[in-house]
């Protein structure tokens, strides 16, 4: 079985936990639509999908390692699995999403994060004030979106494949030190930040540039987020090159 094999594999055991999240998604959608009626809306509801495939992602490692170490496939054909398997998922999800996005706009309001961030929904909108905004469907918008979207979650799935490859390979003294990795950061970033403000800025400026929010170019935040899937795979090679099956 090659890695080709296997991701089709990986994607057949997929597609039914996809059917029954999109199956929760349009019922959730159908049901504020009926109860909330049109002055209603619902912003940057991709963060469902995103939190999706970042579960899958912490999802897709162990069970599947096994069956490829009991099958005598290749650590590297395993890897390479790991990246075909995403990348089809992310591209149908991405444009499934942007179809669901349209459809339900007609019935209540729902700007993407591309639309709040990079498109034309104007920042600091209030729809009970303002209730009418019209969404643009030009190609350059819709082409736009379903990139963005796709550099997001393939992002997601990766880190929350490093995540959990991390968790398996480590004891549970590590485990717990990084648990307290997020909290630490937050607490140094916060103090450095009321000390030296103009880091803050520097930091902000940096950040702002990285996913080209000031410019509105999603574009820039597409090859930000696809160089750290990147980089992120990278880790889980190495993981993936190094790590033993764990005896029950």
Same mark, same amino acid.
């Given at each position: 079985?090659?890695?080709?094999?296997?991701?089709?594999?990986?994607?057949?055991?997929?597609?039914?936990?996809?059917?029954?999240?999109?199956?929760?998604?349009?019922?959730?959608?159908?049901?504020?639509?009926?109860?909330?009626g049109?002055?209603?809306?619902?912003?940057?509801?991709?963060?469902?999908?995103?939190?999706?495939?970042?579960?899958?992602g912490?999802?897709?490692?162990?069970?599947?390692?096994?069956?490829?170490?009991?099958?005598?496939?290749?650590?590297?054909?395993?890897?390479?699995?790991?990246?075909?398997?995403?990348?089809?998922?992310?591209?149908?999800?991405?444009?499934?999403?942007?179809?669901?996005?349209?459809?339900?706009?007609?019935?209540?309001?729902?700007?993407?994060?591309?639309?709040?961030?990079?498109?034309?929904?104007?920042?600091?909108?209030?729809?009970?004030?303002?209730?009418?905004?019209?969404?643009?469907?030009?190609?350059?918008?819709?082409? @736009?979106?379903? !990139?963005?979207?796709?550099?997001?979650?393939?992002?997601? $799935?990766?880190?929350?494949?490093? #995540? /959990? &490859?991390? %968790?398996?390979?480590?004891?549970?003294?590590?485990?717990?030190?990084?648990?307290?990795?997020?909290?630490?950061?937050?607490?140094?970033?916060?103090?450095?930040?009321?000390?030296?403000?103009?880091?803050?800025?520097?930091?902000?400026?940096?950040?702002?540039?990285?996913? @080209?929010?000031? !410019?509105?170019?999603?574009?820039?935040?597409?090859?930000? $987020?696809?160089?750290?899937?990147? #980089? /992120? &795979?990278? %880790?889980?090679?190495?993981i993936?090159?190094?790590?033993?099956?764990?005896?029950?």
């Amino acid at each position: 079985m090659n890695s080709y094999k296997l991701a089709k594999y990986n994607i057949k055991s997929s597609i039914k936990s996809i059917m029954i999240f999109y199956s929760i998604f349009i019922a959730v959608i159908i049901l504020i639509s009926i109860t909330a009626g049109k002055s209603s809306h619902v912003s940057g509801i991709e963060f469902s999908s995103m939190i999706y495939l970042f579960v899958l992602g912490l999802n897709s490692f162990k069970e599947n390692f096994y069956f490829s170490e009991a099958n005598n496939i290749s650590r590297i054909d395993y890897f390479k699995s790991l990246v075909i398997t995403i990348l089809p998922i992310a591209v149908g999800m991405a444009i499934i999403d942007v179809i669901l996005n349209r459809i339900y706009n007609i019935f209540l309001g729902g700007p993407t994060i591309y639309d709040m961030v990079y498109g034309n929904f104007p920042h600091g909108y209030n729809y009970e004030s303002i209730p009418v905004w019209i969404q643009n469907n030009s190609i350059g918008t819709l082409v @736009g979106t379903d !990139t963005f979207l796709f550099a997001l979650y393939i992002l997601a $799935f990766a880190i929350g494949l490093l #995540i /959990t &490859m991390i %968790f398996y390979k480590c004891n549970k003294t590590i485990k717990r030190l990084i648990f307290l990795i997020p909290i630490t950061i937050q607490v140094i970033g916060a103090n450095v930040i009321n000390c030296f403000p103009q880091a803050g800025e520097k930091l902000g400026a940096f950040i702002d540039n990285i996913l @080209g929010i000031s !410019t509105r170019n999603s574009y820039i935040c597409v090859i930000t $987020f696809i160089c750290l899937f990147i #980089i /992120t &795979m990278c %880790f889980v090679y190495i993981i993936v090159r190094r790590v033993v099956v764990k005896k029950a």
